[in-house]
């Protein structure tokens, strides 16, 4: 009987032991990434939790000190679908980071929305991560001459609202 | 009455193997006749040896002495056993109902593979409260710039794809 007890004591252990395991690697590679460069000191780093964006969703443009109301509303139509932002960013070897971070980016976990290159040499990738056709994060990675910098959104992003804001931005250059 | 017609009928029918069992009794019973024609009295040897095959029987003695020597050895081997099978077996059993119940608690509570979940598990190892900006309002700038950089990157990758288009269309006329 005890010889039992053991047994199943062992067997529970070890099942929770692979939980734990199991629990720990499904943080994505872009987790890993972050985690790896957050107390880097040549990296500045900045993060809006999902509380701060529940506390803008509750704002009104008008608190906020905007020149223009309708870009203001387009940002936070955009941000009251957001649950997470992670900036990372550096001027130091910006190439070789831009490079190891799009090496270490699982292309299975993300597919490629968009590459855009400059003839400066500036690259802008965006990678996105789906979820029936709703897209659930947004990953930016940008290389300039003298900055690279990784941003990851976390919640429903909607491409029209992006575009609603892009117009509203060309609108205020325009005036 | 003179049988040997039958018998001559039968014995075609036995080597053409067309007789049945009645007529195989009845052929053995003809063969038994000691007024044969010589060419049939070939045959009265193979049908002998076969009526003293059939007519042999078990020595009734042998299975007594098979019986005597099982118990004989029985007893040198000692008191036998019988399988206890709700002590051998139980606790197998016991065993694969605890792992399939552990199995179902564990699929039901394991969180699904969301982007938000993940989030929420490189939060507990990295302390991003420390990169969380002090208010809304300044959450709201740098929210602002990252979506402003997103807004202004996907509208310029765009617009070349659509220059692009358009260069295509040209090609196509030109042709």
């Known amino acids: ?175 | 009455m003179n049988s040997e017609p039958r018998l001559r009928e039968l014995l075609d029918k036995y080597f053409a193997a067309e007789t049945t069992l009645q007529e195989e009794w009845e052929l053995r019973e003809l063969m038994k006749d000691g007024h044969l024609p010589a060419d049939l009295q070939v045959f009265q040897g193979l049908f002998g040896t076969l009526n003293a095959e059939v007519e042999e029987k078990l020595n009734p003695a042998i299975g007594n002495l098979v019986m005597a020597q099982i118990e004989a050895d029985h007893a040198q081997r000692g008191k036998i056993i019988p399988l206890q099978r709700g002590y051998i077996f139980w606790w197998p059993r016991v065993a694969a109902v605890a792992a399939i119940l552990c199995l179902g608690l564990w699929w039901m509570s394991k969180p699904a593979a969301t982007p938000e979940n993940e989030l929420a598990q490189a939060e507990k190892v990295i302390d991003w409260s420390k990169y969380e900006p002090k208010t809304p309002e300044e959450a709201f700038k740098i929210t602002h710039k990252a979506l402003k950089k997103v807004a202004v990157e996907l509208d310029k990758g765009t617009r070349i794809a659509e220059n692009m288009e358009d260069l295509g269309e040209m090609g196509k006329v030109l042709q």
């Open chain 1, 1 to 175: 009987m005890k010889k039992i007890t053991l047994l199943l004591g062992l067997f529970l252990a070890s099942l929770s032991s692979t939980m734990a395991q199991t629990g720990n690697s499904s943080a994505s590679a872009i987790d890993k990434y972050f985690a790896n460069y957050v107390e880097d000191k040549r990296f500045s780093v900045v993060y809006i939790s999902p509380k701060l964006f529940q506390m803008l969703g509750r704002m009104d443009s008008k608190i906020l000190d905007m020149d223009d109301d309708s870009e203001a509303k387009a940002v936070l139509d955009l941000a009251k679908d957001l649950q997470g932002l992670r900036i990372l960013s550096t001027d130091d070897t910006p190439d070789a980071f831009y490079k190891e971070a799009k090496a270490k980016i699982n292309t299975k976990e993300y597919e490629v929305l968009m590459t855009v290159r400059d003839k400066d040499g500036d690259n802008v990738e965006f990678l996105i991560k789906e979820t029936n056709n709703v897209i659930q994060e947004l990953l930016l990675l940008s290389k300039g001459d003298d900055e690279f910098t990784l941003m990851s959104f976390v919640g429903n992003l909607d491409l029209n609202k992006i575009s609603r804001l892009a117009k509203e931005i060309e609108k205020k250059n325009d005036d």
